[in-house]
C-alpha cells in the first residue's frame, strides 16, 4: 500500500528557492520539503560568484534594470525585472538576518562589491568566492529550527497530481527504500532548478536533470523560451575537476583570457572584451577552441598579488592548487560548459503556473528576468526575491482542511530490470547528441538530426519506463529526454539568432522578438 503524507504546502527542492520559500511560509502552515539528493548537493552550493544588488551610492535601480535588460538581447520583462531589483536590498537583509556574512571592505562596514558581466557598476555583494555554499548552509540552518517543515532527503519526485487543471501534490520515490509515497498538498511549490545536465560539459552538479520542468510540462504547464541556456565560458579544463567552475567575478577583477602563447583575444570580439556577457565570450572562446583546435584557452590572474588572490578566491586556489595549478603564477585552462536555464515553467511575480495552487521558483521558472540571456549574479537574486513574494502570496491565502484523495501507485504490471545498461546508455547518447548539435553555435540541419534521434529515444524510454520498475536513474532519464526535446523544439521554432540562441543558418536578428511557448496538448 502506497504510504500517503498530507501537508499543507510541498515544496520539491531544496536550492535556495526551495529553502527561502520554507522560511517564509508562515508557521501555521505544515510544510514539507523534499531534496532528492543530499538536501545541500544542488547548484545554489556551488555558486561562487554572488547576488546582485544595488548597495552603492553611485548605483542605482534604473542601472540595475537598464543593464539587465540590455543583456536579457530584447526579450527581458521590464516589470518582472524591476519587481527583482527594487527587492534586492531587501532579499540581502533577509540573508543576513539567516546569518549570511557577506564580505565587507577593510572599513568593516561597506560591502565589498565586484563586477561581473553584463553589469556597468559594481554591485555584486559576495561571501569571498563560496556565497551559495554560506547562503545555503545559513537557510538550511534556518530550516532545521522551524518546526512546521519536515526534511525528505533523497526523496524524488516522479510526477505531479494533477485533476483538472489543479495540483494536488505529487508522486514520490523514496529513494531510502524504493517504495512510491504520495504527497497531497494543498500548494505545490517547483524549486528543482535547471536543465544543464541535458548536455555532455556542464558546470551543474549531477542534479539537474530538468525533473521540475519535465514534470511541468506533462502537467500542461506553459514551458517559455527553453532554447536559451547558457554557457558559463569558464569551467577549469582538467581531467579531474569534473564541473568546478571559474567565478566571472575572477574576470571582473582583472583576469584575462588568452591562448596558450599568451596572446589574448576578447577585444576582437567585444569592446567589454571579458566583461562582455556570458554568451559572446563562450562564443568567442567556441571560436578559438574550434578554429585552432585548441583543447581549452586560458585564464590568466597571475599578474595579481598572490596574497591578494588567495583572499579573494581561496576556493579556487586550493582548487587549482589541488591540481598542480599554482594560478598566482600560471593561468588557469579553461572551457565553456552549459550552466544555467534561462527558460522555463512561465510564472507570474508570485510564482503562481497555469495549474491552480502549483507554482514555480528560482531556475526552474521562467520570470521574464532573463530574457534571451541571465546577467551574472542576477540568479541567486532571482531565487531569494521570488521565493519571498511566492511564500508571501500563499500566506495569504486561505488555509484548506481536507485533502484529496487519489489512487495508489500501482506498479503490479512491471517488473525489475534485467537491462539496466540501457539507461546508462541512453542518458550518455542524449547528452553527447545535445552537446555536438544543440550547443554553443547551432544550425537547421543540426537541430533536425538532434530532433529526430530524441524523438526516437522518446519512444525507447517510454517503452522502458511501462515495463520496469520506477528507479531514480529511470525518473531522471525520463525527466533529462522530455527536456532535451524542449530545448530542440524551442531553438527550431526561433529562426532567428538572439542571445544564448546563436544559429548559423539564421545570423540576423527580428525587429519584432517573442517568447518561445510550448504547451502540451
Same mark, same amino acid.
Given at each position: 500500500?502506497?504510504?500517503?503524507?498530507?501537508?499543507?504546502?510541498?515544496?520539491?527542492?531544496?536550492?535556495?528557492?526551495?529553502?527561502?520559500?520554507?522560511?517564509?511560509?508562515?508557521?501555521?502552515?505544515?510544510?514539507?520539503?523534499?531534496?532528492?539528493?543530499?538536501?545541500?548537493?544542488?547548484?545554489?552550493?556551488?555558486?561562487?560568484?554572488?547576488?546582485?544588488?544595488?548597495?552603492?551610492?553611485?548605483?542605482?535601480?534604473?542601472?540595475?534594470?537598464?543593464?539587465?535588460?540590455?543583456?536579457?538581447?530584447?526579450?527581458?520583462?521590464?516589470?518582472?525585472?524591476?519587481?527583482?531589483?527594487?527587492?534586492?536590498?531587501?532579499?540581502?537583509?533577509?540573508?543576513?538576518?539567516?546569518?549570511?556574512?557577506?564580505?565587507?571592505?577593510?572599513?568593516?562596514?561597506?560591502?565589498?562589491?565586484?563586477?561581473?558581466?553584463?553589469?556597468?557598476?559594481?554591485?555584486?555583494?559576495?561571501?569571498?568566492?563560496?556565497?551559495?555554499?554560506?547562503?545555503?548552509?545559513?537557510?538550511?540552518?534556518?530550516?532545521?529550527?522551524?518546526?512546521?517543515?519536515?526534511?525528505?532527503?533523497?526523496?524524488?519526485?516522479?510526477?505531479?497530481?494533477?485533476?483538472?487543471?489543479?495540483?494536488?501534490?505529487?508522486?514520490?520515490?523514496?529513494?531510502?527504500?524504493?517504495?512510491?509515497?504520495?504527497?497531497?498538498?494543498?500548494?505545490?511549490?517547483?524549486?528543482?532548478?535547471?536543465?544543464?545536465?541535458?548536455?555532455?560539459?556542464?558546470?551543474?552538479?549531477?542534479?539537474?536533470?530538468?525533473?521540475?520542468?519535465?514534470?511541468?510540462?506533462?502537467?500542461?504547464?506553459?514551458?517559455?523560451?527553453?532554447?536559451?541556456?547558457?554557457?558559463?565560458?569558464?569551467?577549469?579544463?582538467?581531467?579531474?575537476?569534473?564541473?568546478?567552475?571559474?567565478?566571472?567575478?575572477?574576470?571582473?577583477?582583472?583576469?584575462?583570457?588568452?591562448?596558450?602563447?599568451?596572446?589574448?583575444?576578447?577585444?576582437?570580439?567585444?569592446?567589454?572584451?571579458?566583461?562582455?556577457?556570458?554568451?559572446?565570450?563562450?562564443?568567442?572562446?567556441?571560436?578559438?577552441?574550434?578554429?585552432?583546435?585548441? $583543447? /581549452? =584557452?586560458?585564464?590568466?590572474? @597571475?599578474?595579481? !598579488?598572490? *596574497?591578494?588572490?588567495?583572499?579573494?578566491?581561496? +576556493?579556487?586556489? #586550493?582548487?587549482?592548487?589541488?591540481?598542480?595549478?599554482?594560478?598566482?603564477?600560471?593561468?588557469?585552462?579553461?572551457?565553456?560548459?552549459?550552466?544555467?536555464?534561462?527558460?522555463?515553467?512561465?510564472?507570474?511575480?508570485?510564482?503562481?503556473?497555469?495549474?491552480?495552487?502549483?507554482?514555480?521558483?528560482?531556475?526552474?521558472?521562467?520570470?521574464?528576468?532573463?530574457?534571451?540571456?541571465?546577467?551574472?549574479?542576477?540568479?541567486?537574486? $532571482? /531565487? =531569494?526575491?521570488?521565493?519571498? @513574494?511566492?511564500? !508571501?502570496? *500563499?500566506?495569504?491565502?486561505?488555509?484548506?482542511? +481536507?485533502?484529496? #484523495?487519489?489512487?495508489?501507485?500501482?506498479?503490479?504490471?512491471?517488473?525489475?530490470?534485467?537491462?539496466?545498461?540501457?539507461?546508462?546508455?541512453?542518458?550518455?547518447?542524449?547528452?553527447?547528441?545535445?552537446?555536438?548539435?544543440?550547443?554553443?553555435?547551432?544550425?537547421?540541419?543540426?537541430?533536425?538530426?538532434?530532433?529526430?534521434?530524441?524523438?526516437?529515444?522518446?519512444?525507447?524510454?517510454?517503452?522502458?519506463?511501462?515495463?520496469?520498475?520506477?528507479?531514480?536513474?529511470?525518473?531522471?532519464?525520463? !525527466?533529462? *529526454?522530455?527536456?532535451?526535446?524542449?530545448?530542440?523544439?524551442?531553438?527550431?521554432?526561433?529562426?532567428?539568432?538572439?542571445?544564448?540562441?546563436?544559429?548559423?543558418?539564421?545570423?540576423?536578428?527580428?525587429?519584432?522578438?517573442?517568447?518561445?511557448?510550448?504547451?502540451?496538448?
Amino acid at each position: 500500500m502506497t504510504k500517503q503524507h498530507n501537508f499543507d504546502v510541498l515544496i520539491i527542492g531544496t536550492g535556495s528557492a526551495g529553502l527561502m520559500s520554507a522560511l517564509q511560509l508562515s508557521n501555521n502552515l505544515n510544510v514539507a520539503l523534499i531534496s532528492k539528493d543530499k538536501i545541500l548537493e544542488g547548484c545554489s552550493y556551488y555558486a561562487q560568484g554572488g547576488i546582485s544588488a544595488v548597495l552603492d551610492i553611485n548605483d542605482n535601480f534604473t542601472t540595475h534594470v537598464q543593464d539587465t535588460l540590455l543583456t536579457a538581447a530584447g526579450l527581458g520583462d521590464e516589470t518582472a525585472i524591476r519587481f527583482m531589483v527594487e527587492n534586492a536590498p531587501k532579499a540581502i537583509a533577509s540573508l543576513e538576518h539567516s546569518g549570511v556574512k557577506f564580505t565587507k571592505n577593510k572599513n568593516k562596514k561597506n560591502y565589498h562589491l565586484t563586477t561581473e558581466g553584463g553589469h556597468s557598476r559594481r554591485r555584486v555583494a559576495h561571501v569571498a568566492d563560496k556565497t551559495g555554499q554560506s547562503i545555503q548552509t545559513n537557510l538550511l540552518k534556518n530550516v532545521k529550527e522551524k518546526s512546521n517543515i519536515t526534511l525528505f532527503e533523497s526523496y524524488i519526485a516522479i510526477d505531479l497530481l494533477i485533476k483538472s487543471y489543479d495540483c494536488y501534490g505529487a508522486y514520490v520515490l523514496n529513494k531510502n527504500t524504493n517504495q512510491v509515497e504520495s504527497f497531497i498538498s494543498h500548494k505545490t511549490i517547483i524549486a528543482t532548478g535547471g536543465a544543464s545536465k541535458t548536455y555532455l560539459y556542464t558546470s551543474n552538479p549531477d542534479t539537474s536533470t530538468g525533473d521540475g520542468i519535465a514534470m511541468a510540462y506533462r502537467a500542461k504547464c506553459i514551458i517559455t523560451n527553453m532554447e536559451f541556456t547558457q554557457f558559463h565560458p569558464t569551467c577549469l579544463y582538467h581531467p579531474h575537476a569534473k564541473s568546478f567552475l571559474i567565478t566571472e567575478a575572477l574576470r571582473g577583477e582583472g583576469g584575462k583570457l588568452i591562448l596558450q602563447n599568451g596572446k589574448a583575444f576578447m577585444h576582437e570580439f567585444d569592446n567589454r572584451e571579458e566583461l562582455a556577457p556570458r554568451d559572446i565570450v563562450a562564443r568567442a572562446i567556441d571560436v578559438q577552441i574550434k578554429t585552432h583546435g585548441f $583543447e /581549452c =584557452v586560458y585564464l590568466d590572474i @597571475s599578474f595579481k !598579488n598572490k *596574497i591578494w588572490i588567495k583572499q579573494h578566491f581561496p +576556493t579556487i586556489y #586550493k582548487k587549482c592548487k589541488s591540481l598542480g595549478i599554482d594560478i598566482s603564477k600560471n593561468a588557469i585552462p579553461v572551457v565553456p560548459a552549459a550552466h544555467y536555464t534561462c527558460g522555463g515553467v512561465q510564472t507570474n511575480l508570485d510564482g503562481q503556473t497555469n495549474i491552480n495552487n502549483l507554482y514555480a521558483i528560482g531556475e526552474v521558472a521562467h520570470t521574464g528576468v532573463h530574457g534571451a540571456n541571465r546577467m551574472a549574479s542576477n540568479s541567486l537574486l $532571482e /531565487c =531569494v526575491v521570488f521565493a519571498k @513574494s511566492c511564500a !508571501n502570496y *500563499i500566506n495569504q491565502q486561505s488555509k484548506t482542511l +481536507t485533502y484529496k #484523495k487519489f489512487s495508489q501507485w500501482d506498479a503490479s504490471k512491471v517488473a525489475p530490470s534485467k537491462e539496466k545498461v540501457v539507461v546508462s546508455h541512453l542518458w550518455d547518447e542524449i547528452r553527447r547528441i545535445m552537446w555536438n548539435f544543440v550547443g554553443i553555435v547551432r544550425s537547421n540541419k543540426r537541430l533536425k538530426y538532434a530532433q529526430y534521434r530524441l524523438n526516437q529515444i522518446q519512444t525507447e524510454v517510454n517503452d522502458y519506463y511501462k515495463l520496469y520498475l520506477i528507479s531514480s536513474n529511470l525518473i531522471e532519464l525520463r !525527466n533529462l *529526454i522530455q527536456t532535451a526535446q524542449l530545448i530542440v523544439k524551442s531553438a527550431i521554432f526561433r529562426t532567428e539568432s538572439r542571445g544564448l540562441h546563436y544559429n548559423e543558418d539564421h545570423p540576423q536578428q527580428s525587429n519584432h522578438p517573442i517568447n518561445t511557448i510550448i504547451k502540451k496538448s
